[in-house]
């Protein structure tokens, strides 16, 4: 009997430990299956990559990181940035255009304007090699807004007064608890307008136009992708397939292989972007300060 039980000691040895640990083995073997990779491609590391820009531009940090990581990275040898974006702040808005223009000096970059790519976004987008436009697409909007609130009327109807200590003629700029004086309006509009001229000189000088010509391209008017075409916006009219067709084209690869994103940092970007865009859209004039 004894001789028979270590005859079948390397079988029942692992019987016994799948008996004991079937949910622990279970459970690794379902991670297998999720995330495993479902493809010889996935074996290979990407030479491809699309980064998306969606929802309004508040901070740039994410996205540039992640173009500057492209740019050095010697794997990949072209760029795909899918737009469809609003547009936002000025200063995060030049942090990607800037980011742009560096990646072309290493590799081709491409922009998809998959829905909208007008005002801040339409200005990260502006170095790129190309821009494609989705026939659907709205195009432009450059030009800048500073907006505010008069509070004053509901501050009066509840009894509420502000108190300020300043030094500084125009340091009360765009204060909410009041109208605004016409000299500080003053003082926003050369902000905007020195803002304005910069935008419209970096678009002109990117895409080849003629800056005397501004107001036919800019002075924010919105555009469809096929008007945009016509006064040299964007580069050609087509969808995602046609842009990544191209960037292949301008990239060189023989065996395109793009990157795949987490699945859960996807799921957590489209949660956070479809609030945000949610967010402009019912609240137009909401500002961050």
Known sequence: MELLKKLFLPI????????????????????????????????????????????PIMDATEIVNSLDDAADDTNIKGVLLNVNSPGGAVAPSIEIAYAIKRITKKKPVVVYASGTIASGSYY????????????????????????????????????????VVQAGKYKQLGTPSRQWNEYEINELNKVVQGTYDMFTEDVAKARNLDIKERDLFANAHIFTASQALKIGLVDALGVSYDAKKLLVKLSGVTDPIWNKEDRL???????????????????????LK
């Open 265 to 287: 940092d996807k799921i957590m970007k489209r949660i956070t972007s479809t609030t945000a865009v949610t967010l402009h859209t019912y609240f137009p004039e909401m500002t």
């Open 12 to 55: 029942t040895i692992p019987l016994r430990f799948i008996q004991n640990n079937f949910k622990a083995m279970l459970f690794v073997l379902i991670l297998f299956l999720l995330f495993a990779p479902q493809s010889e491609n996935s074996l290979k590391k990407n030479n491809l990559s699309q980064i998306n820009l969606v929802g």
């Open 124 to 163: 990260a987008s502006i170095w790129a090699d190309k821009i494609i436009a989705n026939p659907g697409s709205m195009v432009g909007s450059i030009g800048v807004i500073m907006q505010g609130t008069d509070l004053s009327g509901i501050m009066q109807k509840l009894g509420v007064k502000t108190q």
